[in-house]
């Protein structure tokens, strides 16, 4: 079993800043991509930003500039900057991660999310 549980979200005025994170745990042997992706109100979740093991980092668009990716691999955990927030920037926030588990077992494992409101 593994679990990813995220913390850091809350409401945030415009203009502000949060850092998510996202502490993965349980039977892992080693973790590939992390990643962060977001689920607004009646939108369909998407890629927020990647990073590899080997810290490449690739993001969407409309938060280049905004946001940083990072990880610590010793604590296997993922990190996200946010800043400069938008309204539009509000959504859950759900962390991803590329797992393999000492049983020679590889799948996608994704946190219970957590929410970013940017509101005045």
């Known amino acids: 079993q593994v679990q990813l549980v995220e913390s850091g979200g809350g409401l945030v005025q415009p203009g502000g800043s949060l850092r998510l994170s996202c502490a993965a745990s349980?039977?892992?042997?080693?973790?590939?991509?992390m990643a962060w992706y977001r689920q607004a109100p009646g939108k369909q979740r998407e890629s927020v930003a990647t990073?590899?093991?080997?810290?490449?980092?690739d993001y969407a668009n409309s938060v280049k500039g905004r946001f940083t990716i990072s990880r610590d691999n010793a604590k296997n955990t993922v990190y996200l900057q946010m800043n400069s927030l938008k309204p539009e920037d509000t959504a859950v926030y759900y962390c991803?991660?590329?797992?393999?588990?000492?049983?020679?077992?590889?799948?996608?494992?994704w946190g219970q999310g957590t929410q970013v409101t940017v509101s005045s």
């Open positions: 991803n991660a590329d797992v393999l588990t000492p049983y020679s077992e590889r799948a996608y494992y």
């Open positions: 349980g039977s892992i042997l080693n973790i590939y991509a």
């Open positions: 990073i590899t093991r080997y810290i490449s980092t």
